[in-house]
C-alpha cells in the first residue's frame, strides 16, 4: 500500500468559555503499514458532539479528558481500505470512537460493522447510532412508558429529545418537550407533531410553566440538561 498522509486535530490548548480556533491545531502525519491482524480504516463521516466540550476540561468526570497534543476522538463511521488479516475486509464499513482524523490504524477493537444497505452510512452516527440508542433504551428500558402516559422531555429539539419524542409518540404517549428557542418549539410541533413545546427561556417559572402544559402530572421524564428543569 502506498504511503498514506493522514490529517488530524489535536487540542493545543485547553478552552475557557467557548472554544476557540486557537485551542486547536491540524497536523499532518504518516499512516504506518498494518501490522498482522490490523486495517486502515478512512473516516467518511464524524459527528461532534455536546458531551466534547467537557472532555476538554482537565478534571474528572464520567469520561476521561482530552490531552494536550494529541487528536481528539469521537464517533465516525469510515471504510476500511486496506487489510493484514484483520478482522474486516477493504471495502467494509465500520463505526468507530476515532474520529477527528483521516485515516487510523487499527486491531478491530473497538470497532463496530454497519450496513448501507439498511440505512446510510451516516445515520449510524445519528438515529441508528449513539444518539438514536441513547434515546430508545433510555426511554423503553428505563422510562417504560405506557400509552396515554404524559412523557416530558428537556431539550427536546436535540439529538436525543428529538428521537425520544417520535419514539414516545409511536408509543401512544402524550408527549411535552421544552427547547431553547421559538424555532425549536415550532419545529418539535409542527414537524415531530408533539402535543405540547415551550421555550424555558421565556419562562419566569419553570414549574408553573410545566404544570399548565401536564395538567394530569408527568408520568415518565426523560432528563436531558440538569440545572431548574430537576
Known sequence: MPELQSQEIRLKSRPV????????????????????????????????????????????????PFQLGEALNGGAVGKVIASNGGKFQPGDYVSSGLGWREYFVSDGRGLTPIDPAVAPIQAYLGAAGMPGQTAYFGLLDIGQPQAGETVFVSAAAGA????????????????????????????????LGVDAAFNYKKTDHLTRTLASHCPDGIDVYFENVGGAHL
Open 17 to 64: 468559555g467557548l472554544p476557540t480556533l486557537e485551542n486547536f491545531e491540524l497536523v499532518t502525519t504518516s499512516v504506518p503499514e498494518p501490522a498482522a491482524g490490523q486495517m486502515v480504516v478512512q473516516n467518511l463521516y464524524m459527528s461532534v458532539d455536546p458531551y466534547m466540550r467537557g472532555r476538554m476540561n482537565d478534571r474528572k468526570s464520567y469520561t476521561p
Open 160 to 191: 436525543v429529545g428529538s428521537m425520544v419524542c417520535q419514539i414516545a409518540k409511536i408509543k401512544g404517549c402524550r408527549v411535552v418537550g421544552s427547547a431553547g428557542s421559538d424555532a425549536k418549539v415550532a419545529w418539535l410541533q409542527e414537524e
